[in-house]
């Protein structure tokens, strides 16, 4: 036995069954990464699932306490040490754009309906806190205009100007998703995340960060062309 | 506010233009007789009608009269396209269907005319979406050429009474069968399923009715696969007529109160079956 855990406290499992909940709703298999104070789930599945990948973080302290008894044997496939290199926490990529994102539900709504009139979705936004999602077919197109927003701000961890600074506020910075990916992102979230932000680099890829009180999520949709 | 995001000003030329604060009470009638994807506008100085049709033998007119909007327009005498209603739906419910209290969605809508798209601005909480809807060639209407003159008989219900009826109706049955008749049994629906045939009856002194007009011993077969999608209409209604011609062409009315107590009306048109025989009344 190299790894025993138990979680006792209704409110930690409630909390935990949520976050399992979430990620089940992104996707059916993804590793897990046990360390001495973290729990690490990850998905990175380069081209199998259209390219997105998570990062979920959870740390230690919210899922102990102490006592029920139940046991599942889950089927694991154990992770080579030699391959762990392959799943490391992502790294920030170097935006064009970080802007906080609406309020889940209204932007929830949009995306749901949004989805049956179209594949893919653009999601556009500047660094003066304006955000749009946008659908095209030769039917019909929508548009919905999200504002007042505010963008995060970045420290620059090595003092160097990032794609993001000296960049003209109005200029929008767009990225064309599967919307199916975005909808099951937003349909994960059952309840509202401390802070939820997204980072475009443009035409490149978008990137989710949404944070609760003690789990992290980062979600990656790379573009379509 | 990008320039795009803004709805045209009132002067400019549109056909059809008009602002409803509650874009609930276009969508909820729209529903009503959204069985097919595409749907017929007509508007007129007196305002909205949208017509769905199937199979030539059915209709559905919803009507939203132009006092229900804050501001309603229409250029010429009347402008009719054809219009994807599902898309149509999706777009009026793009802030969601669930109505929280206090919160409703604006609408504005726009069409500069024939070939044009249908423009829609919708706004709650600050959020704009616009929508672009393209409009296609209006179909050729079926005319059931139903005027009160040709009414053979007419009975008015509390839609309530109907309801589960209708809700329980046994699908099974190809037909639903209505009788209506000055003396007994009044009024009748019947089923032929499965398993069994299924009446009920409603007698002409019962509460639910409020009106009674049967002339003449009336029996018609419908076919319960177009009928069927009436029951949204009668879900939302509080009263509906039901009259019927010489033909045994069928006419049922509904009356919808919105959520601001202003009253619209959904009507349902259906030609009866063409195959039953006398041995089998």
């Known amino acids: 036995m190299r790894f025993r855990a138990k979680i006792v406290d209704l409110a930690c499992l409630n909390h935990f069954s949520r976050i399992i909940n979430t990620i089940a709703k992104l996707a059916k298999t993804c590793i897990l990464r046990l360390t001495v104070c973290k729990l690490y789930f990850i998905l990175s599945d380069k081209v199998a699932n259209g390219g997105a990948s998570m990062w979920c973080e959870l740390s230690q302290p919210s899922l102990s306490s102490s006592s029920r008894i139940v046991t599942h044997d889950i089927p694991v496939g154990v992770i080579p040490r030699r391959m762990w290199n392959d799943f490391r926490e992502p790294g920030v990529p170097d935006f064009d754009v970080s802007i906080y994102l609406p309020v889940l539900k209204t932007m929830k709504s949009v995306v749901e309906r949004m989805k049956n009139l179209s594949n893919f979705i653009v999601i556009e936004a500047n660094l003066s806190g304006e955000m749009n999602l946008k659908i095209e077919t030769d039917l019909v197109s929508v548009t919905t205009h999200f504002k007042d927003l505010g963008n995060p701000p970045w420290a620059s961890e090595d003092g160097c100007q990032s794609s993001a600074q000296g960049r003209d506020l109005e200029s929008m910075a767009e990225a064309r998703i599967d919307i199916k990916k975005l909808q099951q992102l937003l349909a994960g979230q059952q309840v509202n995340p401390t802070k939820a932000l997204c980072n475009i680099v443009h035409k490149r890829i978008v990137h989710f960060i949404l944070l609760h009180e003690e789990v992290s999520l980062q979600y990656f949709i790379p573009a379509i062309a | ?281």
Do not use: W
């Not at chain 2, 549109?14 to 007509?42: G, K």
């Not at chain 2, 009024?187 to 002194?205: E, I, K, Q, V, W």
């Not at chain 2, 019962?206 to 009928?227: G, I, P």
């Open chain 2, 1 to 281: 506010m990008p320039f795009s995001a803004q709805p045209p000003a009132s002067g400019e030329r549109y056909a059809l233009s008009a602002s409803l604060d509650n874009a609930r009470h276009l969508s909820s009638l729209l529903r009503a007789v959204h069985f097919q994807d595409h749907a017929t506008c007509l508007a007129t100085a007196s305002g909205l009608r949208v017509t769905v049709e199937d199979a030539k033998c059915i209709q559905a007119n919803a009507f939203i009269q132009a006092e229900i909007f804050q501001e309603f327009s229409v250029q010429e005498e009347s402008v009719m396209f054809r219009i994807s209603l599902s898309v149509l739906l999706d777009c009026l419910t793009i802030f969601g269907t669930s109505s929280l209290p206090g919160t409703s969605t604006a609408l504005r809508m726009c069409y500069r005319g024939y070939g044009y798209p249908l423009m829609l601005f919708l706004e709650e909480g600050g959020v704009v979406t616009v929508c672009k809807i393209n409009t296609q060639e209006p179909d050729e209407l079926l005319d059931f050429d139903f005027c009160s003159t040709k009414v053979v008989n007419k009975i008015i219900l509390q839609s309530e009474g109907l309801r589960e009826a209708f809700a329980e109706l046994d699908m099974t049955s190809e037909v639903l069968q209505i009788t209506m008749s000055p003396d007994k049994p009044y009024f009748r629906l019947s089923t032929f399923g499965n398993a069994g045939s299924a009446h009920l009856d409603y007698p002409r002194d019962s509460d639910l009715m409020e009106a009674f007009h049967c002339n003449q011993t009336q029996t018609n077969r419908y076919k319960v696969s177009l009928l069927k999608p009436s029951t949204k209409a009668l879900a939302l209604s509080c009263k509906v007529s039901i009259r019927t011609d010489a033909q045994g062409f069928l006419s049922l009315q509904y009356m919808i109160r919105n959520e601001d107590g202003q009253i619209c009306f959904v009507e349902y048109y259906c030609c009866p079956d063409e195959n039953i025989t006398e041995a089998e009344l």
